[in-house]
């Protein structure tokens, strides 16, 4: 868990959030370390606001369908009770079939109950998966668990819903200012056959990022491939874009990596930072290292 902050009009806001090792439900595996360059599930689960003397303001948390709703839950002394109720991580401030409010004589049981420790981190200018990063051993724990479920199989074709070994991918993190279009990513290793570029779609539009700001991605190249030795972006129209100007430009590459014999992030000596605006026709523009 690690919170953010942030000064309001009316004080100051703290929103927190929780790395779940995987979902049980909602993005397919291998749409996920595309889209995303993990396997982990992300959530925003609590948001307070406070005013200069610490008093609540609000409070809310994401619910099911990713709706933010009021917090009108029980707290333990300071702290609020929420509940996993969804396949995919979302969160309730009530468990079905319990009375719960400032009103209410009963409180909510669960078998077991986790109390995280927050840890603050400022994501100006990087994903929010550098909290991963500062906690390797979370790029172990989930690739063991996408092997315990039968998620990883060698010959795993885009689309199936699983992913090659995880230790075959290249993880890019790369920021960029987006509206209206989808972009992708793509790699140069060296194999037998000489150079070759992978692309972090794998030919599907749904494998796309639609996202504006900093985001991962992750890529498998084959088995003992060489090392990355270029990067490039793609961009396309969104069809069904609502502004009159799209358009897509390249920002930040914050970082290459890929995972060792042991699941833990092996970095690259990569970054970039400028401004490279795409062309919205798939049209490759390159980086180098």
């Not at 209206?180 to 796309?208: E, I, K």
Request: charged fraction near 25%.
């Amino acid at each position: 868990m690690w919170y953010e902050t942030g000064p309001t009009p009316r004080g100051r806001s703290y929103r927190y959030s929780v790395i779940f090792s995987n979902e049980d439900g909602g993005t397919a595996t291998d749409r996920l370390m595309a889209t995303w360059g993990r396997t982990t599930d992300i959530e925003l689960v609590y948001g307070i606001e406070v005013d200069a003397s610490g008093r609540t303001i609000a409070e809310e948390f994401q619910g099911p369908d990713h709706v933010v709703t009021p917090f009108r839950g029980r707290h333990d002394r300071q702290h609020p009770l929420e509940f996993v109720v969804t396949d995919n991580n979302m969160v309730s401030d009530k468990l079905a079939g319990a009375p719960v409010g400032s009103g209410s004589s009963r409180t909510p049981q669960a078998d077991v109950r986790y109390a995280p420790a927050p840890e603050l981190f400022d994501l100006t200018n990087q994903s929010r998966e550098v909290v991963m990063d500062a906690h390797p051993w979370t790029y172990r724990v989930t690739s063991h668990e996408m092997s315990r479920e039968g998620k990883i199989a060698d010959d795993a074709a885009p689309g199936s819903g699983s992913i090659p070994d995880p230790r075959r991918f290249v993880f890019v993190e790369a920021c960029s200012e987006l509206e209206g279009a989808a972009l992708s990513f793509g790699v140069r290793v060296t194999t037998p056959d000489g150079p070759q570029w992978f692309d972090s779609h794998r030919g599907r539009d749904q494998f796309r990022i639609v996202r504006t700001g900093c985001f991962r991605g992750a890529v498998p190249v084959p088995r003992g491939a060489g090392a990355v030795d270029a990067i490039r972006f793609r961009a396309w129209r969104q069809a069904d874009a609502k502004t009159l100007q799209p358009g897509v430009r390249v920002t930040r590459v914050n970082k290459v990596f890929t995972l060792g014999d042991d699941f833990l992030p092996k970095p690259l000596p990569f970054a970039w930072k400028g401004s490279l605006p795409l062309t919205l026709d798939g049209t490759p523009t390159t980086v180098p290292f």
